[in-house]
């Protein structure tokens, strides 16, 4: 068989999706068409009104439909404190920690190989927002991979030699995690940065 | 973070994709957002086009934008086989096998308990066209499941007695599987249904 060329529009176009497979679009074309019709409209208003509507805010950069985002308009938020991530859900995952400072959100991390230097990433746009503010401290946290790291390094060879503080994250153990299964290099992050403990 | 509401809307509305939980959704969102405006667009025109478009064929009643579905309006096909199945994506299971009978879809399996009779599932219906054909066997391709198997034995109870040939899919081991992982039921079919081999 041969689906009907809309419903063949419809799987090859929820394939688009990240994660979704030839077998996966198939069953939510047919379970949508089959089951929840008003759910599909509703869907499809929400991706046309989102990809339409929604920009980048004029400040940190992470998705908003406003020219500001919540997180930079929010006047109780400490302005002393600038965490730099890599992408909007990395905002997200962070706000789940309870951190309140300001945010800057680059467009990934660098990698030369795939053209993007600093001018792709918005190094340039993060050095402007860092002295039109007033932060004591900026937070690198990208992503602990090798492009991440690399990304980080630039930053604070670019950013280091003054007052400012630059902090990256801790790299360790997980929480939760058993030391077995933990690989040799988070280990060694794990033992070269031990704390003493306070008793 | 508040994610900002035309995001929230979008991912809320991925959430009523089956199989997509809160994190895939929004990856989904603002991998969209972030990388494929477009493939989001296009997403959402083949959504709408398809939740308006798409209704049942007359005849066998699986998904269609047109009176007659594809396997119903070929010539070629043999009108003396029909296949019942509980759904449109087992039409699709049994196309790939190469069979070219005739189908007819029902609205999935009896289910007393859920109030699913043989009205709700569409078995008048499917007497009607069976009434109005010249099948020579009809083939009972439900579900290899409780509720799939009952199905099949209230069909074959129904409609048994007269000339036409009922048959049942066969149960037996799945190829590339290993015996030691099989269930006991499923192997006890296979058992049942051992053949000779012919040298």
Do not use: W
């Not at 077998?23 to 509703?42: F, H, I, N, T, V």
């Not at 492009?147 to 902090?167: F, K, N, P, R, W």
């Amino acid at each position: 068989m041969s689906f009907t060329p809309l419903i063949r529009q419809l799987i090859d176009a929820l394939r688009t999706l990240p994660g979704v497979g030839q077998k996966s679009a198939q069953r939510m074309a047919l379970q949508l068409l089959e089951r929840d019709r008003s759910g599909g409209l509703r869907l499809a208003q929400a991706l046309t009104q989102a990809m339409e509507g929604v920009g980048h805010c004029k400040q940190c950069r992470t998705l908003s439909e406003d020219e500001f985002c919540p997180q930079c308009t929010d006047p109780r938020r400490d302005d002393s404190l600038l965490c730099v991530v890599e992408g909007p859900l990395d905002v997200f995952a962070v706000e789940q920690t309870g951190y309140r400072g300001r945010y800057f959100v680059l467009k990934g991390h660098l990698s030369p190989l795939d053209g993007l230097g600093p001018e792709a990433i918005g190094i340039p746009e993060l050095e402007a927002r860092i002295k039109a503010g007033h932060f004591s401290e900026i937070i690198l946290a990208t992503n602990p991979t090798v492009e991440g790291e690399a990304t980080a390094h630039y930053i604070a060879q670019l950013l280091g030699g003054g007052d400012l503080v630059l902090s990256r994250i801790a790299h360790g153990v997980p929480l939760g995690g058993e030391l077995e299964l933990v690989d040799g290099g988070t280990l060694a992050h794990a033992l070269a940065g031990r704390r003493p403990i306070s008793s």
